[in-house]
Protein backbone atom coordinates (compact mmCIF):
# COMPACT_ATOMS: atom_id res chain seq x y z
CA UNK A 1 0.00 0.00 0.00
CA UNK A 2 1.42 3.49 -1.07
CA UNK A 3 -1.01 5.40 0.34
CA UNK A 4 -3.88 5.17 2.75
CA UNK A 5 -7.45 4.88 1.16
CA UNK A 6 -9.51 7.55 3.74
CA UNK A 7 -13.42 7.73 3.56
CA UNK A 8 -14.72 10.38 5.43
CA UNK A 9 -17.48 9.43 7.65
CA UNK A 10 -19.64 13.20 8.51
CA UNK A 11 -19.50 16.09 6.07
CA UNK A 12 -22.02 18.58 6.81
CA UNK A 13 -19.54 20.76 8.75
CA UNK A 14 -15.85 19.85 9.69
CA UNK A 15 -15.34 16.95 7.42
CA UNK A 16 -15.50 19.18 4.23
CA UNK A 17 -12.04 20.72 6.06
CA UNK A 18 -10.70 17.33 6.30
CA UNK A 19 -11.52 16.81 2.67
CA UNK A 20 -10.64 19.88 1.26
CA UNK A 21 -7.02 19.32 2.34
CA UNK A 22 -6.56 15.59 1.21
CA UNK A 23 -5.01 16.51 -2.48
CA UNK A 24 -2.06 17.60 -0.58
CA UNK A 25 -1.24 14.36 1.21
CA UNK A 26 0.81 12.38 -0.24
CA UNK A 27 0.68 8.82 2.19
CA UNK A 28 -3.26 9.44 1.80
CA UNK A 29 -6.26 9.76 -0.26
CA UNK A 30 -9.86 10.66 -0.21
CA UNK A 31 -11.78 7.32 -1.91
CA UNK A 32 -15.35 7.78 -0.31
CA UNK A 33 -17.39 10.16 2.12
CA UNK A 34 -20.50 9.67 3.72
CA UNK A 35 -23.25 11.89 5.64
CA UNK A 36 -26.74 11.35 7.39
CA UNK A 37 -28.03 13.68 5.35
CA UNK A 38 -27.73 11.99 1.58
CA UNK A 39 -28.14 15.42 -0.26
CA UNK A 40 -25.03 16.44 1.81
CA UNK A 41 -22.90 13.41 0.53
CA UNK A 42 -23.83 13.59 -2.71
CA UNK A 43 -22.47 16.99 -2.80
CA UNK A 44 -19.33 16.74 -1.12
CA UNK A 45 -19.00 13.56 -3.21
CA UNK A 46 -19.14 15.29 -6.46
CA UNK A 47 -17.19 17.94 -5.33
CA UNK A 48 -14.07 15.83 -4.71
CA UNK A 49 -15.17 12.74 -7.55
CA UNK A 50 -15.61 9.66 -4.96
CA UNK A 51 -18.40 7.37 -4.57
CA UNK A 52 -20.20 9.03 -0.94
CA UNK A 53 -23.00 6.78 0.78
CA UNK A 54 -25.58 7.94 3.20
CA UNK A 55 -24.47 5.57 6.24
CA UNK A 56 -21.11 4.53 7.04
CA UNK A 57 -21.55 0.76 7.50
CA UNK A 58 -22.14 0.74 3.44
CA UNK A 59 -18.90 2.96 3.30
CA UNK A 60 -17.28 0.30 5.61
CA UNK A 61 -18.41 -2.62 3.35
CA UNK A 62 -17.88 -0.94 0.10
CA UNK A 63 -14.08 -2.37 0.01
CA UNK A 64 -12.77 1.33 -0.84
CA UNK A 65 -11.25 2.50 1.96
CA UNK A 66 -8.50 1.50 4.74
CA UNK A 67 -9.48 3.96 7.23
CA UNK A 68 -12.08 6.36 8.10
CA UNK A 69 -12.10 10.01 9.12
CA UNK A 70 -14.73 10.21 11.98
CA UNK A 71 -16.05 14.30 11.77
CA UNK A 72 -19.98 13.36 13.06
CA UNK A 73 -21.74 14.78 16.66
CA UNK A 74 -19.80 13.56 19.95
CA UNK A 75 -22.47 10.72 20.66
CA UNK A 76 -21.82 8.88 17.18
CA UNK A 77 -17.85 8.70 17.41
CA UNK A 78 -17.83 5.35 19.09
CA UNK A 79 -20.03 3.36 17.76
CA UNK A 80 -18.80 4.32 14.48
CA UNK A 81 -15.42 3.80 15.65
CA UNK A 82 -16.44 0.57 16.89
CA UNK A 83 -17.91 -0.54 13.55
CA UNK A 84 -14.68 0.42 11.99
CA UNK A 85 -12.18 -1.65 14.24
CA UNK A 86 -14.62 -4.74 13.96
CA UNK A 87 -14.18 -4.77 10.35
CA UNK A 88 -10.53 -4.12 10.11
CA UNK A 89 -10.25 -0.70 9.54
CA UNK A 90 -8.17 2.19 10.77
CA UNK A 91 -9.30 4.96 12.88
CA UNK A 92 -9.18 8.75 13.17
CA UNK A 93 -11.44 10.22 14.93
CA UNK A 94 -12.66 14.20 15.70
CA UNK A 95 -12.24 15.76 19.10
CA UNK A 96 -13.59 14.76 21.54
CA UNK A 97 -13.50 11.11 20.64
CA UNK A 98 -16.98 10.52 23.02
CA UNK A 99 -19.04 11.97 25.69
CA UNK A 100 -18.03 10.43 28.12
CA UNK A 101 -15.28 8.26 29.22
CA UNK A 102 -16.94 5.16 29.73
CA UNK A 103 -17.68 5.11 25.95
CA UNK A 104 -14.36 6.27 25.21
CA UNK A 105 -12.85 3.22 26.86
CA UNK A 106 -15.13 1.12 24.65
CA UNK A 107 -13.26 2.78 21.93
CA UNK A 108 -10.06 2.37 23.12
CA UNK A 109 -10.94 -1.57 23.80
CA UNK A 110 -12.08 -2.45 20.04
CA UNK A 111 -9.09 -0.88 18.95
CA UNK A 112 -6.46 -2.69 21.04
CA UNK A 113 -8.48 -6.14 20.13
CA UNK A 114 -8.46 -4.60 16.29
CA UNK A 115 -4.53 -3.97 16.33
CA UNK A 116 -5.33 -1.23 14.13
CA UNK A 117 -4.52 2.32 14.49
CA UNK A 118 -6.40 4.67 16.25
CA UNK A 119 -5.89 8.47 16.90
CA UNK A 120 -7.53 11.62 17.47
CA UNK A 121 -7.97 14.84 15.71
CA UNK A 122 -6.10 17.07 18.62
CA UNK A 123 -3.85 19.29 16.24
CA UNK A 124 -2.45 21.75 18.44
CA UNK A 125 0.24 19.01 19.55
CA UNK A 126 1.50 19.41 16.77
CA UNK A 127 2.01 23.25 17.12
CA UNK A 128 6.19 23.91 17.50
CA UNK A 129 5.25 25.97 20.82
CA UNK A 130 3.15 23.00 22.41
CA UNK A 131 6.13 20.48 21.05
CA UNK A 132 8.98 22.59 22.88
CA UNK A 133 6.95 23.07 25.92
CA UNK A 134 6.87 19.06 26.04
CA UNK A 135 10.21 18.94 25.68
CA UNK A 136 11.17 20.69 28.29
CA UNK A 137 9.33 18.96 31.08
CA UNK A 138 10.02 15.89 28.94
CA UNK A 139 14.08 16.77 30.02
CA UNK A 140 13.18 17.91 33.26
CA UNK A 141 14.02 21.35 33.11
CA UNK A 142 10.65 22.22 34.63
CA UNK A 143 10.71 19.84 37.75
CA UNK A 144 8.51 18.89 39.88
CA UNK A 145 4.57 20.44 39.44
CA UNK A 146 3.97 23.41 41.36
CA UNK A 147 1.23 24.69 40.05
CA UNK A 148 -0.89 24.95 36.79
CA UNK A 149 -3.68 27.50 35.05
CA UNK A 150 -5.58 26.89 31.91
CA UNK A 151 -7.76 29.59 31.05
CA UNK A 152 -9.90 29.10 28.21
CA UNK A 153 -11.88 32.32 27.78
CA UNK A 154 -13.79 31.98 24.13
CA UNK A 155 -16.83 33.35 22.59
CA UNK A 156 -19.99 31.68 20.54
CA UNK A 157 -23.27 33.94 19.99
CA UNK A 158 -26.52 32.97 20.54
CA UNK A 159 -26.84 32.53 16.53
CA UNK A 160 -24.43 29.63 16.75
CA UNK A 161 -26.01 27.45 19.19
CA UNK A 162 -29.66 28.08 17.63
CA UNK A 163 -27.30 26.63 14.30
CA UNK A 164 -28.62 22.87 14.67
CA UNK A 165 -30.75 21.14 16.92
CA UNK A 166 -28.13 18.94 18.22
CA UNK A 167 -25.88 21.93 19.55
CA UNK A 168 -25.75 22.60 23.35
CA UNK A 169 -27.90 19.92 24.31
CA UNK A 170 -27.29 16.89 26.53
CA UNK A 171 -28.89 14.45 24.41
CA UNK A 172 -27.36 15.83 21.14
CA UNK A 173 -23.65 17.37 22.02
CA UNK A 174 -23.51 15.90 26.34
CA UNK A 175 -22.20 18.81 27.24
CA UNK A 176 -21.29 22.51 26.40
CA UNK A 177 -18.06 24.24 26.46
CA UNK A 178 -16.39 21.36 28.05
CA UNK A 179 -17.26 19.00 24.95
CA UNK A 180 -17.60 21.69 22.46
CA UNK A 181 -14.92 24.03 22.53
CA UNK A 182 -12.53 22.91 25.46
CA UNK A 183 -11.13 20.17 24.40
CA UNK A 184 -8.15 21.37 22.64
CA UNK A 185 -6.93 23.15 25.26
CA UNK A 186 -7.90 20.56 27.92
CA UNK A 187 -5.73 17.80 26.03
CA UNK A 188 -2.81 19.87 25.69
CA UNK A 189 -3.25 20.80 29.41
CA UNK A 190 -3.37 16.89 30.69
CA UNK A 191 0.13 16.01 27.70
CA UNK A 192 1.93 18.75 29.57
CA UNK A 193 0.98 18.87 33.32
CA UNK A 194 -0.62 15.46 33.78
CA UNK A 195 -4.26 14.46 35.67
CA UNK A 196 -4.94 15.97 38.40
CA UNK A 197 -6.16 12.94 41.05
CA UNK A 198 -9.20 15.29 42.15
CA UNK A 199 -11.61 18.05 40.58
CA UNK A 200 -13.77 20.81 42.90
CA UNK A 201 -16.06 22.31 40.19
CA UNK A 202 -19.11 25.09 39.27
CA UNK A 203 -20.19 24.92 35.89
CA UNK A 204 -23.14 27.17 34.90
CA UNK A 205 -25.51 28.80 31.65
CA UNK A 206 -24.45 32.04 32.82
CA UNK A 207 -25.17 33.97 29.09
CA UNK A 208 -26.88 32.09 26.37
CA UNK A 209 -29.63 30.18 26.15
CA UNK A 210 -29.05 26.69 26.72
CA UNK A 211 -29.42 23.74 29.10
CA UNK A 212 -25.38 23.03 29.35
CA UNK A 213 -22.46 25.14 30.61
CA UNK A 214 -21.67 27.96 29.09
CA UNK A 215 -18.54 28.40 31.84
CA UNK A 216 -17.00 26.15 33.65
CA UNK A 217 -14.63 26.63 36.39
CA UNK A 218 -12.42 24.55 38.57
CA UNK A 219 -10.24 23.94 41.29
CA UNK A 220 -7.58 20.54 40.93
CA UNK A 221 -5.11 18.80 42.78
CA UNK A 222 -2.66 16.65 41.59
CA UNK A 223 -1.00 13.40 42.83
CA UNK A 224 2.06 15.24 44.31
CA UNK A 225 0.43 17.82 46.05
CA UNK A 226 0.02 20.47 43.53
CA UNK A 227 -2.86 22.88 42.97
CA UNK A 228 -4.29 23.98 40.17
CA UNK A 229 -7.27 26.32 38.27
CA UNK A 230 -8.99 25.66 35.34
CA UNK A 231 -11.52 28.10 33.81
CA UNK A 232 -13.08 27.59 30.30
CA UNK A 233 -16.13 29.97 28.61
CA UNK A 234 -17.53 31.34 26.13
CA UNK A 235 -18.68 34.37 27.06
CA UNK A 236 -16.02 36.86 27.02
CA UNK A 237 -14.05 38.93 24.19
CA UNK A 238 -11.00 38.62 23.13
CA UNK A 239 -10.34 35.92 23.95
CA UNK A 240 -8.19 34.10 26.12
CA UNK A 241 -5.46 31.07 26.17
CA UNK A 242 -3.45 31.07 28.83
CA UNK A 243 -1.53 27.52 29.97
CA UNK A 244 0.82 27.96 33.02
CA UNK A 245 2.78 25.48 34.14
CA UNK A 246 4.95 26.30 37.36
CA UNK A 247 7.74 23.49 38.59
CA UNK A 248 10.58 23.31 41.11
CA UNK A 249 13.28 24.13 38.32
CA UNK A 250 11.50 26.44 36.13
CA UNK A 251 8.20 28.25 34.90
CA UNK A 252 6.49 27.73 31.27
CA UNK A 253 4.05 30.32 30.24
CA UNK A 254 1.60 30.00 27.25
CA UNK A 255 -0.32 33.11 26.41
CA UNK A 256 -1.84 33.59 23.41
CA UNK A 257 0.50 31.65 20.95
CA UNK A 258 3.87 33.14 22.75
CA UNK A 259 5.96 30.91 24.77
CA UNK A 260 7.51 31.79 27.56
CA UNK A 261 10.11 29.87 29.50
CA UNK A 262 11.85 30.74 33.08
CA UNK A 263 14.62 28.82 34.53
CA UNK A 264 15.98 28.78 37.94
CA UNK A 265 19.62 28.56 39.30
CA UNK A 266 18.26 26.39 42.22
CA UNK A 267 15.37 24.22 42.63
CA UNK A 268 12.63 26.43 45.03
CA UNK A 269 12.56 23.07 47.50
CA UNK A 270 16.48 23.45 47.76
CA UNK A 271 16.65 26.90 48.12
CA UNK A 272 14.04 27.31 50.28
CA UNK A 273 16.30 25.26 53.00
CA UNK A 274 19.38 26.28 52.48
CA UNK A 275 19.30 29.61 52.29
CA UNK A 276 20.01 31.86 55.47
CA UNK A 277 18.62 34.90 54.25
CA UNK A 278 15.35 36.54 55.17
CA UNK A 279 14.12 38.05 51.67
CA UNK A 280 16.30 36.06 49.08
CA UNK A 281 14.40 34.00 46.03
CA UNK A 282 15.85 31.58 43.81
CA UNK A 283 17.48 33.66 40.76
CA UNK A 284 15.56 32.92 37.34
CA UNK A 285 16.56 33.77 34.16
CA UNK A 286 14.37 34.03 30.63
CA UNK A 287 15.17 31.11 28.54
CA UNK A 288 15.15 31.78 24.94
CA UNK A 289 13.56 28.67 23.45
CA UNK A 290 13.76 27.54 20.12
CA UNK A 291 10.74 26.91 18.05
CA UNK A 292 11.24 24.48 15.03
CA UNK A 293 9.67 24.53 12.34
CA UNK A 294 6.99 21.46 10.91
CA UNK A 295 3.68 20.64 9.69
CA UNK A 296 0.44 22.07 11.85
CA UNK A 297 -3.16 21.83 11.85
CA UNK A 298 -5.12 19.18 11.02
CA UNK A 299 -3.18 17.80 8.03
CA UNK A 300 -0.37 17.29 10.08
CA UNK A 301 -2.18 14.80 12.18
CA UNK A 302 -3.86 13.06 9.09
CA UNK A 303 -0.40 12.80 7.62
CA UNK A 304 0.93 11.04 11.29
CA UNK A 305 -1.88 8.72 11.27
CA UNK A 306 -0.94 7.97 7.62
CA UNK A 307 2.32 7.30 7.96
CA UNK A 308 1.71 5.31 11.31
CA UNK A 309 -0.50 3.29 9.35
CA UNK A 310 2.28 2.68 6.91
CA UNK A 311 5.49 2.88 8.39
CA UNK A 312 4.79 2.50 11.86
CA UNK A 313 5.39 6.26 12.83
CA UNK A 314 4.92 7.16 16.53
CA UNK A 315 1.48 8.87 16.77
CA UNK A 316 1.35 12.26 18.03
CA UNK A 317 -2.18 12.00 19.48
CA UNK A 318 -3.26 8.17 20.00
CA UNK A 319 -6.48 7.55 20.42
CA UNK A 320 -6.03 6.32 24.02
CA UNK A 321 -4.97 9.62 24.68
CA UNK A 322 -7.63 11.11 23.70
CA UNK A 323 -9.56 9.80 26.81
CA UNK A 324 -7.41 12.17 29.31
CA UNK A 325 -9.26 15.45 28.35
CA UNK A 326 -12.84 13.64 29.13
CA UNK A 327 -11.34 12.77 32.53
CA UNK A 328 -11.19 15.99 33.08
CA UNK A 329 -14.17 17.58 31.19
CA UNK A 330 -16.58 14.30 33.16
CA UNK A 331 -15.05 15.46 36.25
CA UNK A 332 -15.63 18.93 36.11
CA UNK A 333 -19.65 18.49 35.11
CA UNK A 334 -19.48 15.31 37.72
CA UNK A 335 -18.28 17.45 40.39
CA UNK A 336 -20.64 20.47 39.33
CA UNK A 337 -23.96 19.00 39.61
CA UNK A 338 -23.28 16.49 42.06
CA UNK A 339 -21.53 19.47 44.01
CA UNK A 340 -18.99 17.50 45.82
CA UNK A 341 -15.03 16.34 45.12
CA UNK A 342 -14.46 13.76 41.97
CA UNK A 343 -11.37 12.15 42.05
CA UNK A 344 -10.17 10.73 38.51
CA UNK A 345 -9.89 8.21 37.29
CA UNK A 346 -13.63 9.55 36.75
CA UNK A 347 -16.09 6.21 37.95
CA UNK A 348 -17.33 5.33 34.74
CA UNK A 349 -20.66 3.93 35.67
CA UNK A 350 -21.45 7.19 38.25
CA UNK A 351 -21.04 9.61 35.35
CA UNK A 352 -23.57 7.46 33.14
CA UNK A 353 -25.81 7.56 35.47
CA UNK A 354 -25.72 11.33 35.41
CA UNK A 355 -25.91 11.93 31.77
CA UNK A 356 -28.52 9.33 31.50
CA UNK A 357 -30.57 11.64 34.03
CA UNK A 358 -29.58 15.08 32.21
CA UNK A 359 -30.33 13.11 28.70
CA UNK A 360 -33.57 12.17 30.06
CA UNK A 361 -34.34 16.00 31.22
CA UNK A 362 -33.07 17.17 27.52
CA UNK A 363 -35.96 19.19 26.04
CA UNK A 364 -36.38 19.27 21.92
CA UNK A 365 -35.07 22.91 21.39
CA UNK A 366 -36.28 25.83 18.63
CA UNK A 367 -33.83 26.06 15.94
CA UNK A 368 -33.88 29.31 14.23
CA UNK A 369 -32.18 28.18 11.20
CA UNK A 370 -30.00 24.88 11.03
CA UNK A 371 -26.93 25.45 9.18
CA UNK A 372 -24.49 23.06 8.37
CA UNK A 373 -21.15 25.54 7.75
CA UNK A 374 -17.66 24.87 8.86
CA UNK A 375 -15.61 27.06 11.04
CA UNK A 376 -12.97 28.78 9.07
CA UNK A 377 -10.94 29.66 11.59
CA UNK A 378 -9.83 25.98 11.89
CA UNK A 379 -9.05 25.13 8.42
CA UNK A 380 -5.79 27.57 8.68
CA UNK A 381 -2.51 25.71 10.23
CA UNK A 382 -2.58 25.61 13.80
Known sequence: ???????????????????????????????????????????????????????????????????????????QHPPIAIDGFKRGLHVLSEKPIAASVKQASRMVRAADRSGKVFAVMFQMRAMPMYQAAKKLIDDGRVG???????????????AYYDSGGW??????????????QAPHGLDVFAWLA???????????????DIEVEDEAAAMLEFPNGAHGYLFA?????????????????????????????WELKSPISEFTRQSEEMW?????????????KRETGHIAITRNFCRAILY????????????WSLEVANAVILSSHRKKTVRLPVKRNEYEELLEELRAKSKPKRVVQDRRIMDT???KKR
Open 144 to 158: ELVRTELLLGMYRTQ
Open 312 to 323: GDKLIAPGSEGI
Open 233 to 261: GVIEAPQTDRLEIVGDRGKILIDNGELRF
Open 280 to 292: ASPAAKTVKVPLK
Open 1 to 75: MDKVRIGVVGVGGMGQGHCAYMQDLDVGELTAVCDAFPEVAQEIGERHKVPYFSNHRDLMDSGLVDAVLIATPHY
Open 377 to 379: AFT
Open 167 to 180: RATWRGEGGGVLLN
Open 194 to 208: GLPKSVTAQCRARLH
